[in-house]
């Protein structure tokens, strides 16, 4: 089976649901624990694991058996000497959907590619999110993240957030310009759109308001940092009772109508009626 077979037998695969927690690579004592705690596992081989303990932490990742349609990898950018050894690594699980941290362009996802890896590119640098769109587009791309932290320092900046006092506080005007792009790059091409983690744990209220906002603008999950933290999303992603209420009623009432109407005083025409099936949807 060569690598493109292999992407597209499950080239139409979602994500397994809202909340996909990140564990370090090198501490497989937590990896059931995290996977059970959410929809999907994020084990961590690039940021959360200190160089001297990269080769540990692939050893205990061969090692492991969880879920592969419930786990993703987060392998070193293209450009470290880590990515091939990521690879080889992974030759050697069940482990088929990989992020890719630091995506700066569409060549950075060859070698996932031809190992037939799916990819959920990471664009978190300032060359990653301008090159969105021709990531969103590369074959291998099951989806789309973007990362707030990185990319600030990419910029030399020194924070991604405007202080609140106390509270984690909303994000500048170039993380929010960063978050729509890489969402819409990703939704141009059909692929998956993942929010960036809340590094606050104690702000539960900031995390589940972007969280809602999140789901509302058409993201397909969020990446979270903490166990605590996945009740949170799940709550900010689904429908409330009275959003699927509407949804079920205009619906009905759509199956009775020819085109444009008038329901309960707004304007109903297709786009409207998408949202609501997408509603019942999640």
Not at 5 to 28: V, Y
Not at 116 to 144: N, Q, S
Request: glycine share 6%; net charge negative.
């Amino acid at each position: 089976m060569s690598a493109e077979d292999a992407f597209d037998g499950a080239a139409d695969r979602r994500l397994p649901g809202p909340a996909l927690l990140f564990c370090p690579a090198d501490r497989n004592d937590r990896y059931a624990k995290a996977l059970a705690a959410a929809d999907a596992v994020i084990l961590d081989l690039e940021d959360a694991v200190a160089p001297g303990e990269k080769a540990a932490a692939r050893d205990k990742l061969v090692a492991s058996d969880l879920d592969p349609r419930r786990t993703i990898v987060r392998i070193n950018p293209a450009a470290s000497p880590e990515h091939a050894l990521d690879l080889a690594a992974l030759a050697a699980t069940r482990y088929d959907t990989v992020m890719l941290a630091k995506a700066e362009r569409a060549a950075d996802l060859d070698a996932a590619h031809a190992a037939g890896l799916r990819v959920l590119a990471l664009c978190e640098t300032a060359k990653g999110v301008v090159h969105a769109e021709e990531i969103a587009a590369h074959p291998a791309t099951l989806g789309l993240m973007w990362g707030a932290e990185d990319l600030v320092a990419s910029l030399g900046g020194r924070s991604s957030r405007i202080d609140e006092g106390g509270s984690a506080g909303v994000y500048r005007d170039v993380a929010r310009h960063a978050r729509a792009r890489v969402l819409l790059a990703a939704k141009a091409f059909g692929r998956a759109a993942i929010d960036a983690v809340h590094l606050d744990i104690a702000d539960r209220e900031g995390l589940r308001a972007e969280a809602v906002d999140a789901a509302a603008s058409g993201f397909d999950a969020t990446a979270c940092i903490h166990p605590s933290q996945v009740a949170v999303i799940r709550d900010g992603y689904a429908a409330t009772d009275e959003e699927r209420s509407w949804a079920e009623r205009v619906l009905a009432e759509a199956a009775h109508q020819p085109g444009v109407f008038r329901f309960e005083g707004r304007m109903i025409d297709e786009p409207v009626l998408r949202q609501a099936r997408a509603v019942l949807g999640r």
